[in-house]
């Protein structure tokens, strides 16, 4: 299966590199452990300030496997695997994060990015939110975090059309920070990175604790409200026909499934 996440340390920043380019970075159990794995890692390495986040080949992140969605891992360890432990850990990491959207960012590859400190995207990167789509809905405390961040119309339209969105409208609408040419965007991911590297990791630490301490406990509140969601969702009528969908490799068509 090789090395899902790629790391590499230098200069006090730890570089994670989703690594399933076939599947177009794509999540599954395997990848959100190896993640989680080595988030962990650096949140306890004294020696480390600061993570930047990007993927290999043409996607960033491509979202949920979906054929793991379809048909859900069963572990039988006792311990918690996925996507739980994961957002979990996200959404409180200790140290400034930093994305890198090399490509394509969907689902989890969209919604993650909220959480992380500062959002550099290629040029010819583009983001979509396909959660109406597959019959579920907003996921990761992004139902309070996108209108937090970007205002209730942009994260409306983002949530309920689907759409893709640029580089140049997601700087715009503050869901990112910076765009830059492709061939460029490791370059300055990893210059940013060193120069806040460079500042005392107490103090950034401390730091990164006062601003979520103004947020966390409303995410939280919100992903509990997305969970429950999930539930209701996840297996229903829509969510059976985007799978069959998607495995049948046709469009969807939900125009005749119940509204609730």
Not at 36 to 55: C, K, S
Not at 79 to 85: D, I
Not at 184 to 207: G, N
């Amino acid at each position: 299966m090789g090395d899902l996440v790629l790391i590499k340390d230098s200069n006090r920043v730890r570089l994670l590199t989703l690594n399933r380019p076939e599947a177009l970075n794509a999540c599954n159990d395997d990848v959100y452990d190896a993640l989680t794995a080595a988030l962990r890692e650096a949140a306890a390495d004294p020696d480390l300030a600061v993570v930047v986040l990007t993927g290999q080949g043409r996607a960033f992140c491509a979202g949920q496997d979906l054929a793991e969605l379809g048909t859900p891992r069963v572990h039988e360890d006792g311990q918690r695997h996925g996507f739980p432990p994961f957002i979990e850990l996200v959404e409180a990491f200790p140290k400034p994060l930093i994305a890198a959207v090399n490509g394509i960012g969907i689902g989890i590859g969209l919604t993650i990015l909220p959480h992380c400190d500062l959002v550099l995207m290629a040029d010819d990167a583009r983001l979509r939110a396909p959660f109406v789509t597959l019959g579920v809905t907003a996921e990761a405390g992004s139902s309070f975090l996108l209108p937090a961040m970007i205002g209730w119309g942009n994260a409306a339209h983002l949530l309920y059309t689907a759409s893709w969105i640029d580089a140049a409208k997601a700087v715009e609408i503050g869901l990112a920070w910076k765009a830059v040419p492709n061939g460029q965007l490791m370059d300055e991911a990893m210059a940013l990175a060193r120069e806040i590297a460079q500042m005392p990791i107490a103090s950034l630490v401390t730091t990164k604790q006062i601003l979520l301490a103004g947020r966390l406990d409303a995410v939280r509140q919100a992903r509990q409200r997305e969970n429950d969601a999930f539930a209701r969702l996840v297996g229903a009528p829509a969510n059976r026909e985007a799978i069959a969908a998607f495995q049948e490799k046709r469009p969807a068509d939900f125009t005749n499934l119940p509204a609730a």
